[in-house]
């Protein structure tokens, strides 16, 4: 369907047509993605429910680790239910509006995640560099500011994006190579040029991406500095074996991410649409699951929770049989 130019784009609507150049085989490719995101839900919500009624658990780190599952969770709730639309009843259309809203939650929420992962490295520097001042720096009043600026920063930079699309004028396809409205899928369809959306999708990416990363970095380096400075073995290994979920929960956010951006902005013929497209959704989807096993074997406090939530339950479970 082509858009006549000048068409009120509130009138528009895209067709997301998935995988590009595996369309046939959407059904294949939806069950390991559900299965991804059926994990990633379960986790994250059994992980904040532990979080919420351990009272051992009420610490700084669990907290950044609770934002960081409802981050999880709003990102994948977002945008997997419409790829499974997709998948299993070929239903495509979006109108404009839910697209726009769609792409200003991913964008949102994924740049809250890579902020969150930055409040968990600085909270593993504290522990780690000032542990005596832990408690007195990381107060609960702090981290609900840390964690309102982080979720503002993302939302405040990512708030013209919708505007910048909507001015657009759509003349040529409305067919959207992609599972989910992502920004530059979304302006490459524009007749205009899309050099000022591209430039400022690029300064936002390195205002929260780079500022993260960087932040993260310098963490991590004083971190290693504090603990190589330690005088045992075994205080060494305790250190990092405390940041060794972190460092995980980095990796797995941050591969497919930076994949993602440079394979729509410099990627060109380089990359095959459906790699650029299945990477893009596990980077939605890997770290929602990931993370809850991630933190879950290795975290101690975490599995104990785990191990007596279980116990709760089959005592009650006894208690009522009998």
Not at 43 to 51: A, D, E, F, K
Not at 199 to 218: E, N, P, Q, R, S
Not at 283 to 288: K, V
């Amino acid at each position: 369907m082509a858009t006549p130019n000048g068409t009120d784009s509130s009138l528009l609507q895209f067709i997301l047509n998935g995988i590009p150049g595996l369309e046939h085989a959407h059904v294949w490719i939806s069950f390991p993605f559900f299965s991804m995101y059926l994990i990633g839900m379960a986790g994250n919500c059994g992980l904040l429910y532990i979080i919420w009624t351990e009272e051992v658990l009420h610490r700084p780190m669990y907290y950044f680790l609770s934002m960081l599952s409802i981050t999880d969770i709003v990102i994948g709730t977002s945008t997997m239910p419409k790829a499974f639309c997709i998948f299993w009843l070929n239903f495509k259309a979006i109108d404009f509006s839910s697209c726009l809203v769609q792409m200003y939650v991913v964008h949102t929420f994924t740049g809250m995640e890579s902020g969150v992962l930055m409040l968990m490295a600085l909270d593993r520097f504290v522990a780690i560099c000032y542990p005596l001042r832990y408690s007195t720096i990381l107060t609960n009043p702090m981290i609900v500011k840390v964690g309102l600026v982080t979720f503002l920063r993302g939302a405040v930079l990512i708030f013209p994006f919708p505007f910048m699309v909507k001015k657009m004028q759509y003349c040529g396809t409305n067919i959207i190579a992609h599972t989910y409205c992502d920004h530059m899928a979304v302006v490459k369809l524009a007749c205009n040029s899309i050099r000022v959306d591209a430039i400022y999708g690029l300064t936002v990416a390195l205002m929260i991406g780079g500022f993260d990363i960087f932040c993260i970095t310098v963490s991590y380096i004083m971190i290693l500095k504090a603990v190589v400075g330690l005088s045992s073995k075994e205080a060494r290994s305790k250190a990092f074996g405390t940041c060794t979920a972190h460092i995980c929960a980095i990796t797995v956010s941050y591969t497919p991410a930076f994949f993602t951006f440079f394979a729509h902005r410099f990627g060109g013929h380089n990359v095959a649409p459906h790699v650029h497209i299945v990477i893009a959704n596990l980077y939605l989807l890997l770290p929602p699951m990931m993370n809850p096993i991630v933190y879950g074997v290795k975290t101690k406090e975490i599995r104990e929770a785990v191990l007596r939530l279980f116990h709760r339950g089959k005592t009650v479970a006894a208690h009522h049989s009998h």
